[in-house]
């Protein structure tokens, strides 16, 4: 099964990479964890936001596998414990379907991806910028997956 993390925006600071590989790398192979960078459209004076968004959002939902499981980070979506989280990891390795994030920009996810999601995950009610989200994203799967397999790392 392949988690997949689509987010808008490229050329991050050395340490969202570092971040997000350490992250990655713990992940077992029957699970892998991958991003796909979507660039960010270029917002300058007097921009259509909207079809930002949407040439955005659109290039989030080619990003997914067929038959993936999409799940939008959205912060009016459901917020989930890391205890949920990984009951949910636990069910969708079950299914056997990949499972796809979307991640978006500084506008946030256009409606389409709204709509496409299967689920509307909120990571709390606190704004976080987006290089950051990929690493918490990051951080939370892995210790989901550890929830999975009874391994030290999550003591709560």
Not at 9 to 31: I, K, S
Not at 53 to 82: C, F, H, I, N, Y
Not at 91 to 101: P, S, Y
Not at 129 to 144: C, D, G, I, K, S
Request: contains cysteine; glycine residues 10%; proline residues 6%.
């Amino acid at each position: 099964m392949r988690l997949t993390v689509a987010s808008v925006g490229q050329r991050m600071p050395g340490w969202v990479q570092a971040g997000w590989e350490e992250y990655a790398r713990r992940m077992p192979p029957e699970l892998s964890l991958e991003l796909r960078e979507i660039t960010m459209v270029r917002r300058g004076r007097n921009a259509d936001i909207e079809r930002m968004r949407r040439d955005e959002g659109q290039a989030l939902l080619a990003a997914m596998a067929p038959g993936a499981r999409v799940v939008a980070l959205d912060g009016r979506g459901k917020a989930w414990s890391t205890e949920q989280l990984a009951q949910r990891l636990e069910q969708w390795m079950g299914d056997g379907r990949h499972v796809g994030f979307l991640v978006g920009g500084p506008d946030g996810l256009h409606d389409d991806c709204l709509a496409a999601a299967d689920d509307r995950w909120s990571l709390g009610p606190l704004t976080l910028p987006h290089p950051l989200v990929r690493v918490v994203l990051a951080e939370q799967l892995y210790r989901a997956w550890t929830i999975t397999r009874n391994h030290p790392y999550h003591r709560a």
